[in-house]
């Protein structure tokens, strides 16, 4: 392990995160077990991720981002109506309950349930952070390059 490499994509990276909105954490990995992410594969937001980026093995950052920087604007085009007959009739629908969705390629996208009606759903696919600001700790673990 190289500690003094700074992070780059496809190196692995375990640190201590927190996220907060309007002063509410949201996640916090500090008082427990750090987390283990792979730069580049898709397993952290690309923002987030790229404030990741030339980080070094004990580097501890604080960021405030302003909305929309963090996990993107919210677009009111990925709001959805979709008819209450795609969904399973066991399925217990309410409002502000997440809903996740198999997509063809095997991954899972997730929707936020906004109404319900007997003939359709509005399903907001915006990421719950989408347009809010963020604050956004880390303070890097280990580093393993590539």
């Known amino acids: ?16 995160y927190r996220l907060a ?8 990995t500090f ?8 730069l580049g594969h898709g397993e952290i937001d690309p923002r987030l991720e790229t ?21 993107g604007a919210h677009d009111p085009a990925m709001i959805h109506t979709l008819p209450r007959g795609d969904f399973p009739p066991e399925m217990e629908l ?9 997509l063809p390629n095997g991954q ?9 009606d007997s003939d359709n759903v509005r399903v ?3 990421h719950p952070l989408a347009g809010l600001p963020v604050n956004f700790e880390v303070r890097i673990l280990a580093i393993e390059p590539r």
């Open 124 to 126: 907001d696919f915006n």
């Open 108 to 116: 899972t996208l997730t929707g936020t349930v906004l109404e319900i």
């Open 94 to 102: 309410t409002a502000n309950s997440d809903v996740d969705f198999s």
């Open 1 to 16: 392990m190289m500690d003094s490499a700074p992070l780059r994509l496809g190196d692995q990276a375990t640190f201590h």
């Open 31 to 38: 008082p427990g077990a750090p987390e283990t992410f792979t």
């Open 51 to 71: 404030l990741l980026l030339g980080l070094r093995v004990g580097d501890h950052m604080n960021y405030d981002l302003g909305p929309g920087e963090a996990f």
């Open 21 to 28: 909105c309007h002063g509410e954490t949201l996640a916090d």
